[in-house]
């Protein structure tokens, strides 16, 4: 039997999946799909024998009974990451994907053209994807922008390794499979996408054949999957093309191959684009087209655009939803948002923020979260309804439920600050309503106080700063924050795919001139609130992507290399660009900018840069906190004149802790609140505020409302946190810092009580304290 087989060689699922089949019929039909090949489920046998892995995973997955899935599968994934792929199977693979890369003319010259050509040419970026046999596996791993065999290798195993994810292994249970299915990986010439979407032929929401729906969203379609926006809408009629409806979406992020590297970068849509619609109507014209060359069959065609031209990624068959009929409203319309699993449930919506929430649902509840992860697969057994902010018809929540058969609606917006933890809710037609005949379940308290004022106004001690990546920004969002707590440079600064401390050696007044406009467009807008620059600080291995980067030596750990403030005082080509930039902006009466010198490791470097640049003395300067002797030594930094210390909690937390959090098999040694790190922070923040220095704490780890409740127990001043996350971090602020004064309350009360002699309930014993003292 094949190991490998072209795209419209295809001829049955068992030997090839269910996805690559569907991909020979569009073709068949003479529609746009990428080339490619599949790497056979029979190829998938000879790597498990290869290896003996047959026994190993049967034993894993005969301990999956009352334990944790997510860790079994990371377990099996490990053990086929490991395993090497047989050398015949290896150089099989290897001759398709050259074929791919420079087509099969060329291929088939062989000997010293073939290299020549292949010299000239790059090796072909490719989409990797699993085609289960069965219809039960309806998503599985994709990895895309794969390229040359290393990359290629690994993204086929990662999608045989999802076939024991715990989605998989509960779907295996449920249908009562005594052995694991097989499946196959399609590689395919991936579709840089400037523009992508999923064509319904029949509407979705009430299987009217009448009618077409098309979602649409900028970059690469993976951003709806992985549920971190809404797509545009257009409800077409099916028989004219013309649009009967249109839902246009504030689409913020978008996902894109960076020039540079190749690799899937998550990038901040411009402000002008956000808000307007992602489809011209030449281009709905085109997939109204494409839809009419497809055949009577419902089915959702996954498609992308790039350089205008439409291209076919895959295609499914087309869930139909049906609408269900009440007799009356079942309470308070809450939210609505797209239904994708229909049904009507009541029961207890549950907040899920973080794995620190799992421990909390229970059986029968309904959960409430900002998008579903993979490592929420198991929990989600035990939901009844899912109800997500963000994601699209075809992101993970929609597949999961329905898979399992129950209520979900997506793209809601704001149903995690919306609902309430415990709330009583119903579900139905991608409605949210209140449970008006049970009452909203409340924590009650026992104890009774005049409790503090502000905290449920909605007024916090803790300020929360905003995280910029690239300088652009909401207007709506100034007034939710205090101002930006870090704006890196790297995404201007770097956009042009040049070196960019090369590029200021060569042309430093357009380097100024660049800065001048992006760091000052967002100080105009949040003035007086402080804009907190952080000076350039990329990694060798960041800048070795980028033209003029070939010069740059290969370090063994990049984190612990020539970067940040040490590189910036070696060569100041840059560093002196970004400082005129800086005090341009400042005598030009924006003075609301302050300078973030980062991975400082000693004050003799602080002062270095001090004694260079004198307009340190007019700026406001600040410290970022990446090194542990920096931390140590924060009181050093704060007497030379730091008014601003940043905790960079990702960088710190791995040098502390000597984790590096990309290193698979270690990150489970990573965690930003161990008591370690905790320690340290606590230590920064109390010499800060010996001297009156405002602290501030930022990192991936910041958008997750249980770990900014433990930096808020340790006292920080701010935290700095993305543009999706800050009602979330509020809420979680606001709850921390009121459990902190109930329980300084509480305790300070138990200290007085023996004190009380009097048996007069009117008499107020000296140190007691009064409500107004409370």
């Given amino acids: 039997m094949s190991n490998i ?24 039909n003479g529609l746009p799909v990428p080339a490619g090949f599949v790497i056979t489920t029979n190829a998938f046998k000879k790597f498990l024998s290869a290896n003996r892995l047959d026994n190993k995973i049967g034993e894993l997955l005969g301990k999956s009974v009352g334990s944790n899935l997510y860790d079994i599968y990371k377990e099996i994934e490990e053990l086929i990451l490991d395993a090497q792929i047989p050398d015949s199977l290896y150089n099989e693979i290897k001759n398709a994907y050259e074929e791919l890369s420079v087509g099969k003319e060329v ?39 794969a390229q040359g065999m290393g990359q290629l290798g690994k993204s086929i195993k990662r999608c045989w390794a999802g076939l024991f994810s ?126 009419e060359s497809i055949g009577s069959e419902s089915q959702e065609i996954e498609w992308g655009i790039e350089r205008n031209r439409v291209h076919i990624i895959q295609a499914r068959k087309e869930n139909i939803l049906e609408e269900i009929q009440a007799e009356e409203i079942p309470g308070k319309l809450l939210l609505d ?8 449930i009541k029961g207890k919506a549950k907040i899920v923020l973080s794995s620190a929430d799992f421990d909390k649902v229970e059986e029968g509840d309904i959960i409430v979260t900002d998008s579903v992860r993979m490592e929420m697969d198991e929990l989600l057994s035990r939901a009844i309804g899912i109800v997500t902010d963000h994601g699209g018809r075809r992101c ?34 991608g409605k949210v309503y209140k449970l008006e005949s049970v009452s909203e379940y409340m924590q009650p308290e026992t104890e009774s106080f005049h409790e503090p004022q502000g905290i449920h106004d909605g007024v916090i001690a803790t300020n929360v700063k905003l995280s910029l990546t690239f300088p652009e920004v909401d207007e709506e969002i100034i007034n939710k924050c205090d101002g930006i707590g870090i704006l890196k440079s790297e995404s201007f600064l770097t956009n042009h795919g040049k070196h960019p401390i090369l590029f200021a050696r060569e042309s430093s007044e357009d380097v100024i001139d660049k800065i001048v406009s992006n760091v000052g467009r967002v100080a105009k807008m949040f003035y007086p609130k402080t804009v907190w620059y952080k000076l350039l600080d990329m990694k060798t291995n960041e800048l070795k992507g980028l033209e003029f980067g070939e010069e740059e030596d290969l370090e063994d750990n990049s984190l612990l290399g020539w ?29 609301n900018i302050g300078v973030l010198v980062p991975f400082a490791s000693t004050i003799d470097e602080f002062r270095m840069f001090k004694e260079m640049y004198p307009s340190v003395g007019r700026i406001k300067t600040g410290l970022v906190v990446g090194t542990p002797s920096s931390g140590l030594e924060v009181e050093s930094f704060c007497k030379e004149g730091v008014s601003y210390v940043l905790i960079d909690i990702d960088v710190l937390t791995q040098l502390v802790l000597g984790v590096d959090r990309n290193n698979k098999k270690i990150t489970r040694l990573y ?47 701010s935290i700095s946190t993305d543009v999706e996350s800050i009602d979330r971090i509020k809420a979680a602020i606001a709850r921390t810092e009121k459990k902190l004064l109930l329980d300084n309350v509480r305790g300070r009360q138990e200290e007085y009580r023996p004190a009380v002699q009097s048996s007069d309930p009117s008499s107020k014993v000296s140190g007691y304290p009064s409500n107004a003292d409370l």
């Fill in 5 to 28: 087989i072209k795209l419209e060689s295809i001829k049955d699922k068992e030997n090839s999946g269910i996805k690559a089949l569907n991909l020979k019929k569009l073709i068949s």
């Fill in 107 to 145: 291929k088939e010259l062989g000997g010293l053209a073939l290299d020549l050509v292949k010299a000239g040419r790059n090796q072909a970026f490719v989409a990797v994807r699993s085609s289960p046999t069965n219809e039960d596996l309806k998503q599985m791993n994709a990895i895309l922008s």
């Fill in 166 to 291: 715990p989605r998989a292994i509960i779907n295996s249970k449920n249908k009562g499979y005594q052995n694991f299915p097989l499946i196959a990986v399609i590689v395919q010439k991936m579709v840089n996408a400037e523009k992508s979407g999923i064509l319904y032929t029949s509407n979705p929401d009430n299987g009217n054949a009448e009618q077409m729906v098309i979602e649409a969203m900028w970059g690469i379609g993976s951003s709806v999957s992985a549920g971190f926006i809404i797509p545009d809408e257009y409800i077409l009629n099916k028989n004219t093309g013309k649009v009967i409806n249109k839902r246009i979406r504030k689409k913020l992020w978008s996902i894109e191959i960076d020039g540079g590297t190749g690799k899937l970068i998550k990038r901040r849509i411009p402000n002008e684009r956000i808000n307007i619609q992602v489809m011209s109507d030449s281009e709905l014209k085109t997939i109204f087209e494409i839809a």
């Fill in 337 to 344: 948002g797209i239904p994708v699993s229909n049904g009507k």
């Fill in 396 to 429: 993970r929540a929609s597949i999961i439920a329905n898979e399992k058969n129950i209520p979900c609606i997506v793209g809601t917006e704001n149903a995690t600050t919306t609902l309430k933890d415990g709330q009583q809710v119903v579900l139905m037609n």
């Fill in 563 to 591: 970067h940040g403030i040490r590189r910036s005082l070696d060569q100041q080509d840059l560093l002196r660009c970004e400082m005129e930039a800086i005090e341009k902006l400042n005598q030009q009466g924006i003075t």
């Fill in 671 to 717: 965690s930003e609140t161990s008591p370690a790190v905790l320690n340290i922070v606590r230590q920064i923040v109390q010499k800060c505020k010996k001297h009156g220095i405002e602290t501030c704490i930022a990192g991936d780890s910041c958008s997750d409302p249980q770990t900014a409740e433990k930096f808020v127990e340790v006292g920080i001043g």
